[in-house]
């Protein structure tokens, strides 16, 4: 379908609360500039990736060791002609346990393929989200990955 929101998942070995606690701690697994909050329901914060991206948002849901969402208040995609793209999209994080392992199933609801970022966004996303941020969670260290 072409309509699809772009979603990747992995499992792990740590517990739920120490995926929750990587998630939060965005500066250690989202390569760029970070300012402001992340951890808390109403922190908002920035982020920079040089010239070529800017991204706001706010944190608008937050279940411990199970959900976080964020939501895309403002955005320069410097690469695009609709530089605008993010805004109002969410940035979705949904833990659950699967046997002995936790799931991590993360989705940029509104990244869709029709946006003209999307495969270099979905790129990105798997990058950060699937080295990094895993990364983070299994040894404690995100990867750089840009």
């Not at 379908?1 to 739920?16: G, I």
């Not at 909050?37 to 991206?53: A, K, P, V």
């Not at 994080?93 to 990244?111: A, V």
Request: hydrophobic share 35%; with cysteine.
């Amino acid at each position: 379908m072409n309509n699809q929101n772009f979603t990747t998942t992995f499992e792990v070995e740590q517990s739920p609360a120490e995926v929750f606690s990587a998630i939060n701690n965005v500066a250690d697994w989202w390569q760029g500039e970070i300012k402001g909050n992340s951890h808390q329901l109403g922190d908002e914060f920035d982020y920079r990736m040089m010239t070529f991206h800017y991204s706001k948002q706010k944190v608008v849901e937050m279940i411990p060791n199970k959900k976080v969402v964020w939501l895309v208040t403002e955005s320069d995609l410097n690469s695009f002609p609709n530089k605008t793209e993010w805004n109002g999209t969410k940035i979705i994080f949904e833990i659950s346990e699967k046997g002995n392992k936790t799931e991590l199933r993360f989705t940029h609801s509104g990244l869709v393929p029709q946006f003209e970022c999307y495969g270099d966004c979905s790129g990105a996303w798997s990058e950060l989200v699937g080295k990094s941020l895993f990364s983070l969670i299994t040894i404690g260290k995100g990867m750089k990955v840009f």
